[in-house]
């Protein structure tokens, strides 16, 4: 499959290999790929063998990067594992952080549709039926991941503001703008725990949600 989609084949294991797809490619012979020890599907353990790779073709507004992505294969169940990095999202031919711009003009900063297509598309690309499609499909998803959010905060980190349902600080509760002002609570909290997200910043925020809610089971969030 070469259309940038991804492998219909493959389950995604979203996995951090960093921000930026042009580090990825610059230092793709060297990248270590995590072998998974239990297999998502069967539960068995050590059942996983190299599968080769499948091509991705993501683009930002300035260029198509020709990359590839590692597969996994489980000799227990026959299950196909692939190693999505946590700057591409499953089905979408842009980058993450360009459909990121998008979401956060629309539903963050109330921005109009020509104003979102003028601040996030200058020249034109993605296309007003792509940035309008992507916004659709956010505001589909945005309910489960926003209480999903809330759940893990609710366990995690009952102090947050964002669970507060009196106070101003909960936020917005229009389920896209609701859920990325939650996920800078879920960042922050994170990032009192694994010392590897302390650097993320606001422009990191839908990056970590989708390598956190891959890891539980949310395929889709955009």
Same mark, same amino acid.
């Given at each position: 499959?070469?259309?940038?989609?991804?492998?219909?084949?493959?389950?995604?294991?979203?996995?951090?290999?960093?921000?930026?797809?042009?580090?990825?490619?610059a230092h793709f012979e060297s990248i270590?790929?995590?072998?998974?020890?239990?297999?998502?599907?069967?539960?068995?353990?050590?059942?996983?063998?190299?599968?080769?790779?499948?091509?991705?073709?993501?683009?930002?507004?300035?260029?198509?990067?020709r990359i590839w992505i590692k597969r996994?294969?489980?000799?227990?169940?026959?299950?196909?594992?692939?190693?999505?990095?946590?700057?591409?999202?499953?089905?979408?031919?842009?980058?993450?952080?360009?459909?990121?711009?998008?979401?956060?003009?629309?539903?963050?900063?109330?921005?109009?549709?020509?104003?979102?297509?003028?601040?996030?598309?200058?020249?034109?690309?993605? /296309? +007003? =039926?792509?940035?309008?499609?992507?916004?659709?499909?956010?505001? $589909?998803? !945005?309910? %489960?991941? @926003?209480?999903? &959010?809330?759940?893990?905060?609710?366990?995690?980190?009952?102090?947050?503001?964002?669970?507060?349902?009196?106070?101003?600080?909960?936020?917005?509760?229009? /389920? +896209? =703008?609701?859920?990325?002002?939650?996920?800078?609570?879920?960042? $922050?909290? !994170?990032? %009192?725990? @694994?010392?590897? &997200?302390?650097?993320y910043g606001l422009k990191d925020r839908?990056?970590?949600?989708?390598?956190?809610?891959?890891?539980?089971?949310?395929?889709?969030?955009?």
């Amino acid at each position: 499959n070469s259309s940038g989609s991804g492998c219909t084949k493959c389950m995604p294991i979203i996995t951090d290999f960093g921000p930026a797809v042009q580090d990825y490619r610059a230092h793709f012979e060297s990248i270590v790929f995590p072998r998974p020890e239990e297999c998502p599907c069967c539960g068995a353990s050590h059942t996983f063998i190299g599968h080769g790779f499948y091509p991705r073709q993501p683009k930002d507004q300035a260029q198509v990067y020709r990359i590839w992505i590692k597969r996994w294969f489980c000799k227990a169940c026959h299950t196909t594992l692939s190693l999505l990095p946590s700057f591409l999202l499953r089905f979408r031919h842009y980058l993450l952080g360009v459909i990121q711009q998008v979401i956060v003009a629309r539903f963050e900063d109330d921005a109009s549709w020509h104003e979102t297509e003028r601040q996030c598309a200058p020249d034109g690309l993605p /296309a +007003p =039926r792509t940035i309008g499609r992507w916004c659709r499909a956010f505001a $589909a998803q !945005a309910a %489960t991941w @926003w209480a999903a &959010v809330q759940a893990t905060l609710a366990c995690q980190d009952s102090a947050s503001p964002a669970l507060d349902p009196l106070g101003p600080a909960a936020g917005p509760y229009e /389920a +896209p =703008r609701a859920l990325l002002h939650a996920a800078t609570h879920l960042l $922050a909290w !994170a990032q %009192t725990r @694994w010392p590897e &997200v302390v650097s993320y910043g606001l422009k990191d925020r839908l990056r970590f949600l989708w390598h956190w809610g891959g890891g539980r089971g949310l395929l889709r969030l955009v």
